[in-house]
């Protein structure tokens, strides 16, 4: 019998409340069906400016999770824009209301040409060329953007904390997609570099401690263009020496970075070599400085396309749509593939460049593990007893994000920023030798 009661209660109560969900289900129909075409509409707006369009094959996203994860991506586009808009006040107010123009253009030279139509900013002491000067190390900044987007005037904040920090900073722009590839890219990279080496005694910068610095896809730029440049440079001599019996040096020929040097001493010395190297080479780079970067294209592509982003992300355009130019563009596949360099090559221990690389933990948009790989690759191609020549570090953040590594250097006048601190002291102890 209470078996009975029980149904029978079951039955009434869903006899009774089937209506009523049968009307909320019609009055929110108009709604979610509003819904529907937004997320839809605001993913094919979405694949309309990024996507390949002129592809033959391209068609717009119609599955729900495909639609999901556009509309996820782009909310989090937004919401960083959002969350940029206190740096964006903070750099109006450090630009116009504490420093002005007048003392602006005494720190910072703007838009000198570099490389055709291509621009860098320098950010210096305010009084260049004194004579007993010490030259500061210099850093070269490649900001990053997914290879398609990006602008100089965006780093200025971040530039600034690095001067005052005692450092001669240079930020090119480069061309980028859709009007650069890869290779394209690397040249405007590359010349940046020989126009800071050729141009440092101009701004107080020492051309014998030249770093470039790269977040997210300038990582990849900077890592492919100055380690290619160094296993190109050994194969060079390479050639030129392999019919002569040398002698490998008995310590490394790279510069004593604690010896202090002002523009008298080094003006001679720079101006000697101050020509284009045989075969067009870079200058010799001191370091190489890494946050959130992109090592393994191939890997890249598999996790851009389980974010959804792969058809949204200008990086397998840049890069040649094939296996073989992912590879030709991947600096772990060139340490790789010149691993007999790293055993055999006296030369290579001294051109190769010290390296720091960065990355946070809460990274979702570059995997930590592109970091990682990297960094344990290049720590099984040296050899036990030459590990002790080179300097290669690895630092993570538990609490960053992707560009949380940049955006802690950009001063935010609402909020103090804890992990600028230990940003900057990691920066420090990388560049400044003589004070470790």
């Known amino acids: 019998m209470p078996l009975i009661r029980s149904n029978t209660l079951y039955v009434s109560t869903s006899l009774f409340f089937l209506p009523i969900l049968v009307l909320l289900l019609v009055i929110s129909l108009p709604f979610l069906s509003f819904i529907t075409a937004v997320l839809y509409l605001n993913a094919w707006f979405t694949y309309y400016l990024h996507a390949r369009t002129e592809h033959p094959n391209f068609k717009l996203p119609l599955h729900p999770s495909s639609v999901l994860k556009i509309n996820r991506i782009s909310l989090t586009f937004y919401l960083g824009w959002v969350t940029c808009i206190p740096l964006i006040v903070s750099y109006l107010y450090w630009r116009f209301w504490e420093l002005g123009s007048k003392r602006f253009n005494q720190i910072v030279s703007l838009n000198i040409p570099y490389h055709g139509h291509c621009k860098l900013d320098v950010y210096h002491p305010e009084k260049l060329r004194e004579r007993n000067r010490l030259l500061l190390p210099i850093i070269v900044f490649i900001y990053g953007g997914g290879w398609g987007t990006g602008s100089k005037l965006f780093y200025s904040t971040l530039a600034n904390t690095l001067r005052e920090s005692g450092y001669l900073v240079i930020v090119p722009d480069y061309r980028k997609y859709p009007e650069a590839k890869a290779n394209e890219m690397y040249k405007d990279i590359r010349e940046a570099i020989k126009w800071a080496y050729k141009h440092a005694l101009e701004f107080n910068g020492d051309p014998e401690q030249i770093f470039v610095m790269g977040h997210s896809a300038g990582s990849q730029l900077a890592t492919q263009v100055v380690l ?209």
């Open 228 to 436: 290619s440049d160094v296993i190109e440079q050994v194969k060079y001599d390479q050639d030129i020496h392999s019919d002569h019996s040398t002698t490998p040096p008995e310590m490394s020929e790279k510069h004593d970075p604690t010896m202090e040097k002002k523009i008298d001493f080094v003006y001679e010395h720079h101006t000697m070599f101050s020509k284009e190297k045989p075969n067009d080479f870079l200058p010799l780079v001191e370091g190489l400085l890494l946050f959130s970067g992109v090592y393994d294209v191939a890997a890249h592509y598999i996790h851009e396309t389980s974010r959804g982003v792969e058809e949204l992300s200008a990086m397998a355009r840049v890069m040649g749509l094939s296996e073989e130019g992912y590879q030709a563009n991947s600096p772990l596949h060139l340490i790789e593939k010149n691993a007999s360099l790293f055993s055999e090559s006296e030369e290579l221990v001294d051109l190769w460049p010290r390296m720091l690389f960065v990355h946070g933990q809460l990274d979702t948009t570059v995997g930590v593990d592109q970091s990682a790989n990297i960094f344990n690759a290049l720590g099984k191609l040296f050899p036990p007893d030459r590990r002790e020549e080179i300097d290669v570090r690895m630092r993570l953040y538990k609490h960053m994000a992707h560009v949380d590594p940049v955006l802690c250097l950009m001063p935010n006048i609402f909020k103090e920023n804890d992990e600028k601190r230990l940003i900057m002291r990691d920066i420090q102890e990388f560049i400044d030798m003589a004070s470790q």
